[in-house]
């Protein structure tokens, strides 16, 4: 009897340390449970940050090759901002040796037109002196019909003089399209040779009495 009480006494110990260990097992399977979750969220959460760090790697890949492909297009823009200014600086001096070119052929326009303006005035000039000369020849010519006593010889010594005169006359007119100094050469000429003649003719004439006188003998003789 006392056996079986201490028996059971052992087994009623054994039962409470199996029950004992049961629930230390079942306390380690609940943590061993906590630590295996949490085990598994650390992993989930590692494989997170893996595919978070794999796709920051594929967008810092994409990204380094954008930034290259971008400081091509920005060497490419430098190059052609460098070419365009280049060519803006060639148009700029071209463009201010056309103004240059402009400039020089608005004087040359100006000047032509003052010599245009010049050319009228002496042709202008031209035409008056002309009018002049040819009525100052129309009252030689009258003058030397007034003068029938002259000889033959007096008469065509005074038509040469006059074609003389109207040759020079002449040659100032063309000259005096040169410049003003011609111009005026041209006057004084003419007036000259008008005085000239004029007083030629009216010595002529004032003699003419005698010539006729010195001549009629032989004119007598002659015929």
């Known amino acids: 009897t006392r056996e079986l009480a201490r028996l059971e006494a052992e087994a009623a ?33 590692v494989d997170d940050a893996q595919e978070a760090a794999d796709k920051a790697s594929q967008q810092y890949e994409l990204a380094a090759s954008q930034l290259r492909v971008r400081e091509q297009e ?14 803006a600086s060639r148009l700029s001096m ?23 303006e010049q050319a009228d005035r002496l042709c202008e000039e031209k035409e008056r002196f002309v009018q002049t000369l040819t009525s ?3 009252s030689l010519k009258k003058t030397m019909n007034d003068l029938g006593e002259h000889s033959r010889d007096d008469m065509m010594s005074l038509q040469n003089r006059v074609a003389l005169a109207e040759a020079r006359a002449a040659e100032e007119a063309n000259a005096a399209k040169d410049g003003t100094r011609a111009r005026f050469a041209f006057g004084a000429a003419v007036e000259a040779e008008c005085k000239d003649t004029l007083g030629t003719l009216a010595g002529e004439n004032g003699n003419g009495g005698s010539r006729s006188a010195s001549v009629s003998p032989h004119s007598g003789s002659r015929t």
């Open 74 to 87: 920005l060497a490419g823009l430098r190059k052609q901002h460098g070419e365009e200014s280049g060519r």
């Open 13 to 45: 110990k054994q039962r409470s340390a199996a029950a004992a260990s049961a629930e230390a097992l079942r306390a380690k399977e609940v943590e061993h449970g906590v630590l295996r979750e949490e085990y598994e969220t650390v992993c989930k959460e």
């Open 136 to 138: 100052s020849m129309e």
């Open 94 to 116: 071209s463009v201010k040796n056309r103004d240059a070119q402009i400039e020089v052929l608005r004087q040359e326009m100006e000047v032509h037109r003052q010599g245009k």
